[in-house]
């Protein structure tokens, strides 16, 4: 498939951990540790480990595993939050696949489904607007989850129902933000990160000035990267070579995706229909300001948390002994965490970040035991 | 939420709601195109071209031209590997 | 049978109304001796069984699909060749299948005659006899359209014992052909995803080709069908039941374009897939050109090919990656969902 084989060169891989393996002692210098390289986005997570990139790395550099996963960082009770909406009489409750396992304080959606909600799947927004159409006598609701990438896409959905003025649709915004989540990895007193691999698919909405912040005020060196394995493999080595020549900038890596402007007509819709929330809670992160969107005024009529009239819900903390607060900030390693692979797993996950194929707990789950494997031999 | 996937367009759907059909590796699929579109770049001129699909919107117009840059660059730099290489066993050899 | 309308509870009520279904539909298309001797059970000449091998292979397996029709089958064809496959992978030459149907009211009766017909030529082309059945209706909401239970019976020629936990270190591990077809193909179907892809389930009988393998390698290790959960699931279960890793090479599992760009759109794994025409086999590395040779000469075996080894370890499955990574497949917690993260 074009744009897609090329960057998944084995040969051209090679040659690139080479440079890597070879700057890397030069990048790190006298730290103590590895360089702490953060993947914000939980399509890298994925990406590093669908390709087993993480063993091809030396081990002068690690990979931390970012809070870049919308599933993740969602509190459980916005989850309850769904099920209320989708539990309401003649309710079709349209979300991605993604959050449908996603745990809430005493069900998720598949659940919900299962005890009769009528809960289901859709690839795009439009395709629950065209529910919506179609079934006029119903109220359908689709739940708006994501970074700036989803985000000019539910606003043009919520923007197409209201020219063609249907009353049956509805978003449930828990829209997030990419820079000021970064900023509250940033102001963590514990932090422990060297540089950034930035989101590619959120820079191409917001482009690249966004991030300036991060290398102006924070000083760390910020690479904006692709989802092919190449595209990491070279961001990677960008990262590293600002380090080995001292250097403290944004790059775009994605340049074929990401126009240093961003997409302009994304975000005209995305102002058009969206302003920030003061606050809100994120899974792990706890209260982050500037953080969350919410639908403006104008459109209240196409906001489900106005229509079905949400009470505030109150935060619900995940239990003491999880550490995804910690793992998710970079600042614990996932196996560190005294519920991992015990308590909490695949099978039966406590935490976001067990639910979620992206979740770093997940991906290290099935990772240690590889790991484990190597050591063994 | 963040996967994306370069296609291609193949023809337009619908030209007020801005409906264009890609081909995904032969999988086809519509996708609206408001974000791709605009006066220099209008609708019927979008056929041929490389877009990111996300969510069942073309996100972004591939850039071809940087797409081929990345990739030479890359393989020059396999080339500078060579290269490297090459004086390493020449300074080992004397 | 005039075949106009719908199919009513009437149809499911032991009066008229059901015996016209059953004895002008149903067992008009099934047709055969046994059938036809029209008793509430087959009786099957023991002679004739024993004559072909040393052990009954007994197995049943229900059918419930969304949409009933696709391309390249039907619940009625899997309800077929799902049924033959589970004995042949076995060893066992499949025999005779039962089959049993629940309907829901409403359900055209033109569509049930069409999977009745396409049952018939799959139990055909399979040289399988359905030889008893029974039929239900229930009321709307009840079942989901039609619901199929196959049985089936065959028998296993002596020294022939695939097994999950046979496999050794040195192995080689083979597939048929073409992996995520039907699962691809399904998903497609259902059209909620609003793709289009000239996609077609790979729903066929392998007992030809297990046939065909047996005969050049008399010691095949392990051999699975892998339908639900797709490769990887049946690759795990070899791999636990056996206490050894298996090792895949990436570039050399056969996946279709079409298929593969489905799952980059929808973020799926193809190794998790549905086949319904696929086969896994571990073979001793002595025996491995042997019986690629014998599948590629039957036509469900056309594309077979080696997709990795057996290695020493303690029951994982491993991926090496084309990119030059590796990486484990592990088994699914649950069904694999669509994402967009």
């Keep these: 498939m074009k744009y897609m084989d090329e960057f998944r060169d084995p040969a051209t891989a090679k040659k690139l951990v080479e440079e890597i393996k070879r ?50 960082v969602l509190p459980m009770a916005r989850v309850d939050d769904c099920v209320v909406i989708a539990e309401q009489p003649g309710v079709i409750f349209t979300t991605f696949g993604d959050a449908m396992r ?70 449930f915004c828990n829209h997030i933000t990419t820079p000021a989540t970064m900023r509250a990895i940033l102001t963590d007193p514990d932090l422990r990160l060297d540089g950034f691999l930035a989101p590619g698919h959120v820079s191409m909405v917001i482009g690249a000035h966004p991030y300036d912040f991060v290398t102006r005020d924070y000083r760390k060196p910020l690479v904006i990267t692709g989802f092919e394995p190449l595209d990491i493999l070279q961001a990677l080595w960008m990262l590293v070579k600002q380090f080995a020549e001292g250097r403290c900038e944004v790059e775009n890596q994605y340049a074929r995706i990401v126009p240093e402007a961003g997409n302009v007509e994304g975000l005209k819709a995305i102002a058009e229909v969206y302003e920030t929330r003061e606050h809100s809670e994120f899974r792990g992160l706890g209260n982050i300001g500037d953080a969350g969107i919410q639908i403006r005024e104008t459109y209240a009529a196409y906001d489900a948390e106005r229509k079905f009239k949400l009470q505030a819900a109150a935060s619900t903390h995940d239990p003491e002994h999880l550490k995804c607060a910690d793992v998710l900030r970079g600042v614990m390693k996932p196996w560190e965490c005294p519920a991992f692979a015990k308590t909490c797993n695949p099978q039966n996950p406590l935490g976001a970040l067990m639910v979620s194929p992206e979740g770093s707990c997940a991906a290290y789950y099935a990772y240690g035991k590889l790991a484990k494997r190597k050591e063994n031999t | 939420m963040c996967l994306g996937i370069p296609g291609q367009i193949t023809e337009l759907v619908d030209l007020e709601f801005l409906v264009a059909k890609v081909d995904i590796g032969g999988v086809k699929r519509d996708v609206i195109i408001t974000c791709v579109v605009d006066d220099e770049h209008p609708a019927e001129s979008c056929v041929g071209d490389w877009v990111l699909v996300h969510a069942g919107f073309a996100m972004s117009r591939l850039d071809e031209e940087e797409a081929a840059r990345t990739l030479a660059l890359l393989a020059e730099l396999g080339d500078m590997q060579a290269e490297i290489d090459l004086m390493r066993q020449v300074e080992t050899s004397t | 049978m005039n075949l106009a309308g719908t199919i009513t509870l009437a149809h499911g009520s032991g009066g008229r109304a059901m015996h016209q279904l059953v004895d002008n539909l149903i067992r008009q298309t099934f047709t055969n001796p046994l ?26 397996d229900s059918y419930v699909v969304t949409p009933l029709e696709f391309p390249g089958g039907n619940i009625g064809t899997l309800a077929i060749n799902g049924t033959v496959n589970d004995l042949a992978v076995g060893g066992a030459k499949p025999l005779y299948l039962s089959c049993g149907f629940i309907i829901e009211e409403g359900l055209p009766l033109e569509t049930f005659a069409r999977i009745l017909q396409s049952m018939r030529l799959a139990a055909d082309e399979a040289g399988v006899q359905i030889v008893t059945g029974d039929t239900k209706v229930v009321q709307r909401g009840g079942a989901d359209k039609l619901f199929i239970n196959t049985a089936g019976v065959g028998v296993i020629p002596a020294g022939f014992n695939p097994s999950a936990g046979g496999a050794q270190v040195g192995d080689v591990v083979i597939v048929n052909g073409w992996l995520g077809d039907h699962g691809a193909a399904i998903l497609n179907a259902r059209g909620d995803l609003a793709l289009e892809a000239d996609i077609e389930s790979d729903c066929a009988p392998l007992n030809a080709l297990v046939e065909a393998m047996f005969a050049v390698c008399p010691d095949i290790h392990c051999l699975r069908d892998a339908t639900r959960g797709g490769l990887a699931t049946v690759l795990n279960e070899f791999a636990e039941r056996s206490n050894v890793d298996m090792v895949l090479k990436e570039e050399f599992l056969p996946i279709r374009t079409p298929v593969r760009g489905m799952c980059e759109i929808l973020g799926l794994d193809p190794l998790y897939l549905a086949n319904e025409g696929k086969l896994v086999a571990v073979v001793p590395i002595t025996a491995a050109q042997a019986v690629l040779a014998a599948m590629q000469r039957i036509p469900e075996g056309y594309h077979a090919c080696i997709i990795g080894a057996v290695m020493e370890g303690d029951g994982h499955v491993i991926l090496q990656t084309a990119f030059g990574g590796e990486r484990i497949v592990d088994m699914l917690p649950g069904e694999q969902l669509p994402r967009i993260c």
């Design chain 1, 102 to 171: 996603v745990p809430g304080t005493c069900k998720s959606l598949l659940q919900a489904k299962a005890d009769g909600c009528d809960v289901r799947m859709v690839y795009s927004p439009m395709d629950a607007l065209a529910i919506a159409r179609k079934n006029p006598d119903r109220d359908v609701v689709f739940f708006a989850l994501g970074f700036e990438t989803t985000m000019p896409s539910t606003a043009l959905t919520l923007l197409q129902a209201h020219r063609e003025g249907l009353k049956n649709f509805s978003l």
């Design chain 3, 35 to 60: 059938l036809e001797e029209g008793e509430d059970q087959a009786r099957i000449p023991l002679a004739e069984l024993v004559a072909q091998g040393d052990r009954l292979a007994f197995t049943t």
């Design chain 1, 23 to 72: 700057l890397a002692p030069i990048a790190r210098g006298q730290r103590d540790m590895p360089l702490q390289i953060m993947e914000f986005c939980g399509g890298h997570t994925h990406t590093l480990f669908k390709y087993g990139i993480e063993s091809m790395l030396p081990a002068d550099i690690e990979m931390v595993h970012g809070p870049g996963c919308p599933v993740c």
